[in-house]
Nanobody, 125 residues
């Protein structure tokens, strides 16, 4: 599955952005879509994920209710709605996909085999 991320940009602290991740084909049962981010000089970290079947969501602790991951089956697209953005949210955001992930693997980037190209989010103070 090819993934195309978009929606990044420059926003002031406290603002909002919605990232999109379009898939090249409809995801199948058992597929999980995740969002990761990587700030300069830091390792890639898990942000959120959603099960394509059922829509169960998972979030990193630092999200603290500020982000919402959702999907549109008809558009084959996953979204990451980000609100109350902070300067420390500045990073390149990547969408990723994988099939057959067990719960303990959802937050680990090494288990995802499909990756989008990344979209830069910059939050100014």
């Amino acid at each position: 599955v090819q993934l195309q991320a978009s929606g990044g940009g420059l926003v002031q602290a406290g603002g909002s952005l919605r990232l999109s991740c379009a898939a090249s084909r409809a995801a199948f049962v058992g597929y999980t879509m995740g969002w990761f981010r990587q700030a300069p000089g830091k390792e890639r970290e898990f942000v959120a994920a959603i099960r394509w079947s059922g829509g169960t969501t998972h979030y990193a602790d630092f999200v603290e209710g500020r982000f919402t991951v959702s999907k549109d089956n008809a558009k084959k697209t996953v979204y990451l709605q980000m609100s109350s953005l902070k300067p420390e949210d500045t990073a390149v955001y990547y969408c990723a996909g994988a099939s057959g992930l067990i719960l303990s693997s959802i937050r680990e980037s090494r288990h995802y085999n499909d990756w989008g190209q990344g979209t830069l989010v910059t939050v100014s103070s």
